[in-house]
Structures are given as C-alpha cells and as structure tokens.
C-alpha cells in the first residue's frame, strides 16, 4: 500500500461522481491473465488518501480494462 500511495501523492480529490475508470494494464508478458489483475488495492488506497470518496457502484459506474505490451509492469488509470 506505501507504494500505491506514492504514486498517488499528486492525484487530485475527484469532485464530481459518479465515475468511470478506464484501466490500462502495460505488460511485458503477454501471456500473463487479465483475470489475475487486480484494482482492489488501488481503489481501497484511493480512497483512504481522500482521492475517492467511496469505490462502491453509487460513485464507479463502469470500469474497463484493457492490455498493452509495454517494457514496464504498470498500471494506469483514466478517470472519466
């Protein structure tokens, strides 16, 4: 979670619900499982550093996930 957390020291508090996230997943291994990723972390630390207000359906509508091949492990998020 104190790694969550510093990527997300810049994020500003989101102002208007509900949301849509848009998550990008950037693999290096292509043969990895989709289903093995995991936002649970992610929306649970967004929430206790005061970004989101709550992760349940009233203030995430959708979420989408998509892969791409990349040199990095990472994620990344859109907020819509």
């Not at 102002?15 to 990895?32: A, D, F, G, Q, R």
Request: proline share 2%; charged share 25%.
């Amino acid at each position: 979670m104190d790694i969550i957390r510093y990527f997300l020291l810049n994020v500003p508090k989101i102002e208007h619900y509900p949301i849509k996230l848009n998550c990008i997943w950037h693999v290096t291994n292509m043969n990895s499982d989709l289903d093995n990723k995991s936002l649970k972390a992610v929306l649970d630390q967004m929430q206790l550093s005061g970004i989101l207000e709550n992760d349940n359906c009233k203030h995430i509508n959708s979420i989408s996930h998509q892969v791409v091949k990349d040199t990095k492990d990472y994620l990344e998020i859109e907020i819509i």
